[in-house]
């Protein structure tokens, strides 16, 4: 979730956004899927959803990845970081 300031306009608020996605996870190799939401005057607000698997540089998608979990003492899960 991404608040978007009510002091902005509609389209200054999707300016806003759309600079911020773009720099902060596009350039970075990213795809996002962003929704604006304004239900309600006072909150309005994006959505972005981001890739998990990395494009390879000739474009092609790479290798998915998966976490994986161990159970500590107390049997809770632990992340191994792969």
Do not use: C
């Amino acid at each position: 979730n991404v608040a978007l300031p009510v002091e902005l306009s509609e389209s200054e608020q999707k300016e806003l956004l759309t600079k911020y996605v773009q720099e902060n996870f596009v350039d970075e190799g990213m795809v996002a899927d962003v929704a604006i939401h304004r239900d309600h005057p006072d909150n309005p607000h994006a959505h972005v959803m981001l890739t998990n698997r990395p494009f390879n540089p000739d474009g092609t998608w790479g290798i998915k990845s998966k976490k994986q979990y161990i159970l500590d003492d107390n049997g809770n899960k632990t992340y191994t970081g792969t």
